[in-house]
């Protein structure tokens, strides 16, 4: 059904693709702005300690990562470019579809949402082509 090896790197890949997005060299600035989130309170949330989030956010991916492997496995995805565009499919499936309440209903602005689904698209086409393999 999945290799568990792939699905533990698909989602150590989808934790490396957040910690770079979110980063000041790629979207961590603007995502802070968009948000409302100053740089003191993310200070502040460290301090506080991210262990238990982090732990939650590990537990996310490979719950993610396993999911996109059980449907890659159901519709005979074998190969990376099947699996980027399953993790395509599911991205506009889903998130983009869901996620865009945030800005109808949330107040959120589109950079917000931008950013966020950014990441979402990029790090589902990688866990895809990594449970391609």
């Known amino acids: 059904m999945g290799n568990i090896g792939l699905i533990i790197g698909a989602a150590v890949a989808h934790f490396i693709v957040g910690m ?4 000041p060299v790629l979207f961590g600035n603007q995502w802070m702005k968009a948000s409302g ?8 949330a460290k301090k506080k300690g991210m ?3 982090m732990v939650i956010a590990a537990i996310s ?9 059980k449907v890659m496995y159901m519709t005979g995805s074998k190969d990376p470019m099947s699996g980027v565009m399953i ?3 599911a991205w506009v499936g ?3 579809t869901t996620s865009l309440n945030s800005v ?3 107040n959120k602005n589109m950079q917000y949402y931008t950013i966020n689904n950014g990441y979402s698209l990029v790090s589902l086409l990688v866990m895809g082509a990594i449970l391609g393999l």
Request: a neutral charge; proline letters at 3%.
């Open 20 to 23: 770079l997005w979110y980063s």
């Open 37 to 44: 989130i100053t740089k003191k309170e993310i200070d502040k």
């Open 51 to 53: 262990a238990i989030p």
């Open 61 to 69: 991916a490979l719950v993610m990562a396993f999911v996109l492997s």
């Open 87 to 89: 993790g395509f499919l």
């Open 94 to 96: 889903f998130i983009a």
């Open 104 to 106: 109808l209903w949330e």
